[in-house]
């Protein structure tokens, strides 16, 4: 299987979609360049403050958000908590070796990292994320509230999509764990987007405990080397 590294560049040269096609098929709908501008466009004119639009990252966007930003802070989100519910057959996981990714569910309350945009590259930024995040529709985008050290902020997140393939809901903690410690990608293996996420959160002075307890599970499924138990 190529590797891939997620960067900017490979966003935005196709590299990202061209190597999620190849995995998933031709009959996997991606988004279109026109459905894409206009959901930023959507998203944007309901902005509650326009001049100031922020992006909050609560998985990979933290050590990696491969967009341009002029400002970064820690962030409290109420009304979401993050939570592994989407399947991964790409990027981190593959059809032979699905893994689970991130996506805001309702309920509880979230820390992260919001990133504020220029307003002369909101368009131009947006559409790198977009192009990463909404690649196949799998999240949604929303509006929250970001309480952030220097004050409130309005932020654009991305919440799960109910009505998506990739969402899979009723998993428990060790079913969880044994695909966070078997799927693997292009991208990697899925359980270092795990590590990575935990590291950079402890890193920041957030601690996340179940999701660090998460990280105890897998690390003990990838040392009895269980295999998976997959969901329907």
């Not at 960067?7 to 999620?20: F, K, N, V, Y």
Request: net charge neutral.
């Amino acid at each position: 299987m190529a590797k891939l590294t997620l960067t900017r560049e490979s966003i935005l040269d196709g590299s990202l979609q061209a190597s999620s096609k190849a995995l998933l098929g031709p009959d996997v709908k991606f988004m279109t360049d026109e459905e894409r501008k206009h959901a930023i466009a959507t998203m944007l004119s309901v902005a509650p403050q326009p001049d100031r639009v922020w992006v909050f990252g609560f998985g990979s966007l933290i050590w990696n958000p491969a967009f341009h930003f002029v400002e970064r802070r820690t962030a409290l989100v109420h009304g979401f908590h993050r939570q592994f519910c989407l399947w991964a057959k790409a990027g981190r996981g593959s059809p032979q070796a699905p893994g689970l990714m991130l996506a805001l569910e309702r309920g509880g309350s979230c820390h992260g990292v919001a990133y504020r945009i220029a307003p002369e590259q909101v368009e131009s930024e947006l559409e790198v994320v977009w192009r990463r995040e909404m690649l196949t529709g799998a999240y949604r985008a929303v509006w929250v509230t970001a309480h952030t050290p220097q004050g409130i902020e309005h932020a654009i997140a991305f919440a799960a999509n109910h009505a998506h393939e990739r969402y899979v809901r009723g998993l428990d903690t060790d079913e969880t764990a044994r695909l966070l410690a078997t799927g693997s990608g292009p991208l990697g293996a899925c359980c270092d987007y795990l590590f990575d996420t935990v590291t950079h959160l402890v890193d920041l002075g957030i601690r996340d405990k179940r999701m660090e307890a998460l990280v105890e599970r897998v690390r003990a499924c990838m040392a009895s080397a269980t295999p998976p138990t997959l969901s329907d």
